[in-house]
């Protein structure tokens, strides 16, 4: 195997077992490694510290095992079983409920590797080329670890690195196809159609279970705005929870008839919703003060660090506007998906986008993602949905 030889004192974030390897800390490549390939990390005084595959780019190495071992068809089924078992764990399977995310990345020791489940079908996305050589592979411990998995849809033509030269690239089903795939997932007993096949992500942002039930528990009385709607997940659980007005806002045509096919499957002729296909921004100007609960999801504003500075303003900009509109004892429900914004960055934007309103705010929750997507101890980048529940005067 091709060894990967650190410069002096580099290996203590290995020691640690943080999973990444930047390319500034390799002293030498034994070999020319293709990327995607399998490669052991080597201190400077040839130390063994892991096995990960090999990439181009910032992070050079994403490490399987910090262990001497094989990386074969016990080692993939090992992984996925533990994923699954945790799954399992925490109930997330059962009596209206089919949908979950198996693996998450980092988090589950599988970096580079997303795979969410619909009822019988499992999507997978790959964000390292390493994953993207092993999809046969995972799709075959998937199989192995789930029997009631009849469909595995590989959906990585948009997440894996543009300038990689690879084959195979499409999306595409690795197992089964779209006769007979289950068309409605559950969630808390509530019914979503998913777009698993053009939508974005997965086709469902499985992240945001916990918080929607949370917002439930709020949407009693309330005229409710959710901007960013997608598939509608926020609104659906609005209207169970008593809402008296849901409109969602999206600038996606797809996304709202989504939007509307999801609330029509759980409250069909419900005249409580109504559906806009408008940019965001323009909406929040334009709008009175309606509203008395008002949910921000909006997608990642920074996917790297070059975009924070920008980002951040995005942020208290966005909040600000919500801040200068939402009714006197309103609650905002208010997101940012961006890995590179902490939640003190995040925070931060929306504390200035509250001073410049005027208006008396107070936190009553601090938000994070579920608990089927798994924080790694040792790679804390893993916490990227960062939100807040802030009562408004």
Not at 73 to 85: D, G, H, L, S
Not at 237 to 246: D, E, L, N, T, W
Not at 350 to 366: C, E, K, N, P, T
Request: hydrophobic share 35%; aromatic share 10%.
């Amino acid at each position: 195997m091709i060894k990967v030889i650190l410069l002096p004192h580099k290996e203590e974030s290995l020691l640690r077992f943080h999973p990444w390897v930047f390319s500034g800390a390799i002293k030498a490549i034994k070999g020319e490694p293709q990327e995607g390939e399998r490669v052991e990390v080597r201190s400077s005084k040839g130390e063994f510290l892991g096995i990960g595959h090999y990439q181009i780019g910032s992070i050079a190495v994403r490490i399987l095992s910090f262990e001497e071992r094989e990386i074969n068809e016990t080692f993939w089924t090992e992984r996925i079983q533990t994923a699954y078992n945790i799954r399992q764990s925490l109930q997330l399977i059962g009596e209206g409920r089919n949908t979950y995310r198996l693996v998450h990345g980092e988090g589950d020791f599988l970096p580079g590797l997303i795979i969410d489940v619909y009822g019988n079908t499992a999507v997978m996305q790959a964000h390292s080329i390493g994953m993207h050589k092993e999809r046969e592979n995972i799709c075959q411990a998937i199989r192995t670890v789930i029997k009631e998995i009849k469909h595995i849809y590989y959906k990585s033509e948009g997440t894996l690195p543009y300038k990689a030269d690879f084959e195979g690239k499409g999306n595409r089903f690795l197992l089964g196809g779209d006769n007979g795939m289950t068309e409605v997932a559950q969630e808390n007993g509530l019914k979503f159609k998913i777009d698993w096949l053009e939508g974005q992500k997965t086709g469902f942002f499985v992240d945001q279970r916990y918080n929607r039930q949370l917002l439930e528990h709020y949407a009693k009385g309330r005229k409710v705005l959710n901007m960013f709607c997608y598939t509608g997940g926020f609104s659906v659980y609005a209207m169970r929870g008593g809402a008296i007005q849901v409109d969602s806002v999206d600038s996606s045509a797809r996304a709202i008839e989504l939007t509307d096919e999801n609330v029509n499957l759980n409250f069909p002729n419900d005249q409580r919703h109504h559906a806009h296909c408008q940019d965001a921004f323009r909406f929040l100007d334009n709008m009175n003060d309606t509203y008395d609960l008002i949910i921000l999801d909006p997608p990642a504003f920074a996917k790297h660090r070059g975009a924070l500075r920008n980002a951040l303003q995005g942020y208290k900009r966005l909040n600000a506007k919500a801040f200068e509109r939402i009714k006197s004892g309103g609650i905002l429900f208010t997101f940012s998906c961006s890995q590179v914004v902490d939640k003190e960055q995040f925070r931060l934007a929306v504390f200035s986008a509250a001073a410049l309103s005027g208006r008396r705010v107070r936190i009553l929750h601090q938000l994070s993602q579920p608990a089927d997507h798994p924080i790694n101890i040792y790679h804390p980048e893993g916490e990227y949905l960062k939100g807040l529940v802030l009562w408004v005067e």
